[in-house]
């Protein structure tokens, strides 16, 4: 029971953690079509950053988790402007934009590991100490981002739907000329939805630099990840993100408690390819 | 006073010319019909006209502004409105979520409470249908919320095309109808097959043909059914 327990409380960090980290994925995708492939180097970028600000600098963990995603932001600017930008409305820009996000990816990984270095590099946690539920210990870190996650995909939720801005993006993601003609300026929203999808991926990278040690290629294991819950969920609303988000994440820690470490990512694919069989438009999708 | 001067207007897709110079004034507290056969250009002047085409050659004055070759934001903030052909709109959003987003200028954000408050009393359908997801409507109230869109934009002219394309007779009806209420307070410019639409609506009508003006009927020579019949399959009238 109480094995059951701590299994369900992993389940669901790692879920929060895919949940924030394939909101961002799933932001840009629905609103430009395009698949960033730099976002886990982003989440890496900003555990890096931070761990300058705060570890380097001395200024501490708040301030280094506001550089962190300043950082990512105004990386994601500068990615969808030189690298999505001039390959707008090109028949294979969903191709292009695949290469291209890929060679950011590239960029970013050998630039982090030129600046700095190979050796691992660890955040400290946002709040010390453990939590016990009933016997189920986790870290006040981890809960810390069970909590986090669904105020910060509610905040986003709130935003997309109720916001006028907010739901520019989504109508520039639904009909471009449509919202075009509506006085919404399409490409300025292109580059918020690339900056907003790019702060979502630093701030995840924080969190996670506070779990798992700060590598170059911190970001490529959780991407892949993400990829299996933006899929799995059915590429496009939100709520179908945190569910395959809840899905995963639970299907992998009880895998491991029954599989093992191994065969569980490929028990993970096995299912992923399962669900895009019988649901070609992903679980939650709509055909 | 002219509120939109197209001067010598040319241009169309990459190497296909489709527009070869055309030049059409409105004058203000006038509204002005578009017709001709499919394919001929009306389309693509319209979308010159609200930016989404950069014309290769002439002059577009909107309100005595120049506004050639700028963004549809800029066009739409200046108060010239295009509605679409067929337009899909956003399927994932309700029609109320559309309405209100649709005011997104600042222009256009005030006084949007009571401009809503008159699409629905223009379209009571749509008020009806507030909460439903715009995938899920059919063709004429589609129509409507495109057409509402447009009028939630604060538009200082309204530009149509093919408002009643694919419509019943019932629900053309209905629309001609919303169309003239709406020409009291807004010049329209509409593209449209229906003639009778645009005789009813529209106080001057041109003729569209190979991407050129060919003539223009006015209240002193109004053609008859024959003579619009032959316009449409290219006979000499």
Redesign the interface.
Known sequence: METLLATFVSGLVLAALYALMASGLSLIWTTIGVFNFAHGALMMVGAFVAWTVSEVGGFGLWPGLIAGVATTTVLGVIIEYLLIRPFYGQRNMVLITVMTTLAAMIILEKSAQIIWGARLKQLPRMIEGDISISGAVISAHEALIVVLAPLILIALWQFT?RT?VG??L??VG??Q??????????PLTFALAFGLGAALAGLTGVLLGGIRFITPSLGSEPLIKAMIVVIFGGLG?LGATVGAALVIGMAEAFLVLTLGLYWTPFAIFLGLIAVLVLRPNGLFGRS | MSILRIEGIGGGYGSVTVLRDITLTLETGENLGLFGPNGHGKTTLLRMT???MRPSSGTIQFDGRDITGA???KI??SGL????QG???????GVA?TL???A??KR??AGATARLEKVYALFPRLAERRKQKTRTLSGGERQMLSIG??L??APRLLVLDEPTLGLSPRLKEELTEALIEISNSVPLMVVEQDVELLLAVTDRQVLVEHGEIVREITATNTPDHAEIVAMYFGAQA
């Not at chain 2, 337009?87 to 959003?93: E, P, R, S, W």
Request: net charge negative; charged share 15%.
């Open positions: 739907n006028p739901r520019s989504r109508a639904q009909n000329e449509a919202a075009a003609l509506l006085g919404i300026n399409v609303s | 609200s930016g989404l963004s549809p934001s739409v903030t409105v295009h509605t679409q337009n899909t709109l956003f399927g994932d959003m979520e209100e987003m649709a997104f200028t256009a954000r869109s447009a939630m934009c």
